[in-house]
């Protein structure tokens, strides 16, 4: 039975990639959640007006790739550090949260992040955020997969 993740980590077409590159992973929606605004576009978002992040929605096989396991590239493919920015992106829409479904996956999630924090792995604080999953919006069709629609890899 298929289940589901929500995590932001900066800007979606390149954390969708890498959550598409996961065997047991079915889907990986570029989105948003968290916001005030219904159904946002992306340039409201872009304001930095609505409280929703640039999120990636996972559908995956809990049986072939563990949660832990996307847990696990979500943290490798973000610095968890930076406070509502990544890189050259910055704006609360691009901060660093896990949106979680079920207590399961909050207890993990919270568990991955003091492991991590415990183990210096970072020089600085982990400010990945941790909180209850919302609506999930689905971005404009052009931001889908747009690492192969533009060619990059």
């Known amino acids: 039975m298929a289940e589901k993740a929500v995590f ?7 954390v969708e990639h890498a959550f598409r590159q996961l065997e047991g992973v079915s889907d990986a929606v570029s989105g948003f959640m968290g916001g005030e605004v219904d159904n946002p576009s992306y340039q409201q978002v872009c304001t930095g007006d609505t409280g929703h992040v640039e999120v990636v929605e996972v559908t995956y096989d809990p ?47 919270e568990e991955t992040k003091a492991a991590l924090m415990a183990a210096g792995k970072y020089p600085r604080e982990v400010v990945t955020s941790i909180e209850p999953a919302g609506d999930f919006y689905r971005a404009e069709e052009y931001h889908q997969r747009y690492y192969e629609k533009m060619g990059m890899h």
């Open 63 to 109: 049986e072939i790739v563990s949660y832990g396991d996307l847990l696990d590239t979500f943290f490798a493919v973000h610095d968890p550090t930076q406070l509502n920015r990544q890189g050259p992106d910055i704006g609360e829409q691009y901060r660093s949260v896990i949106f979680y479904q079920n207590e399961e996956q909050r207890a993990q999630a």
């Open 8 to 14: 932001g980590a900066g800007c979606f077409w390149g």
